[in-house]
């Protein structure tokens, strides 16, 4: 019983550090897979802004057809180059000129939304969370994935944003204080021993140059994006629920059945 118990522990271990993970609070996208226009946007917007370094070579562009889009529609709008509409959305990037020009292979987007926590709020979340930072290689930051090496590719949509700081006084990984200038902070700490640090946390970010975009269209596109990574990551995903509801009445149902064979075939033992 010890080892089974064990067993299961170390099995939930990983799943534990998931849901544990992040303690960046994202903001809710509220997508809907439903949205088929949606879907179509967060592809455009794809295809044009990000699919330069980032691939999604496990979808077929045929996918799209199941999303209202003809086969021309998908040539004309999604595919830039010669080919045909049962390709893969890889890219022709090498990964080494990736690692050189960003530290890192820009990785596959495909799964991306299943793999984050979060999934399509973290997506939501991280392209709203940029900000301008002169000791990054890129010029930028973000409040969602610290140090990225990534540019901010949609810069000229949202605008330019910089960060407001606030510094925590920590102890034992656990913010105890929070000061707005960086010297009360440190005569906290000093005061109360080494074993307090300082850290530098962003609070909030305000807005210094408007894009093209106003703040609502740009959430909106990024919330397109959110349903289009969150879409390609699962495209079942609704035919998947909508069996398991009745996959579930038919367990239910069946119970019941079982239940009173049950109790006809064992009435004259007991």
Known sequence: MKKLIAVITLALMPLAGMASSGGTHLEKANIDLNNEAAIQRGAKMFVNYCMGCHSNKYVRY???????????????????????????????????????????????LTLIARIRHGGADWIY?????????????????NTVFPNVGMPHVLWQLQGVQQPVYKYEV?????????????????????EHGETYRVERVVEALEMTEAGTLTPAEYDQVARDLATYLAYVSEPVKL?????GVWVILFLVVFSVIAY????EWWKDIH
């Not at 057809?65 to 890889?90: A, P």
């Not at 991280?126 to 930051?141: E, H, I, Q, S, W």
């Open 125 to 141: 979340s991280y392209l709203k969370g940029f900000y301008a930072d002169p000791t990054r290689p890129m010029g930028v930051n």
């Open 239 to 243: 035919e998947r629920q909508r069996m």
């Open 170 to 190: 920590q102890h034992d990984g656990h913010a105890v204080e929070s000061f707005d200038a960086e010297p009360e902070a440190a005569a906290y700490a000093k």
């Open 260 to 263: 009173m064979m049950k109790k």
């Open 62 to 108: 045929k996918l799209f057809t199941n999303v209202g889009l003809s086969e021309d529609d998908i040539k004309d709008n999604l595919m830039l180059g010669d080919g045909k509409i049962g390709d893969l959305m890889k890219i022709a990037m090498p990964e080494d000129d990736a690692a050189k020009w960003f530290g890192a292979p820009a990785p596959d």
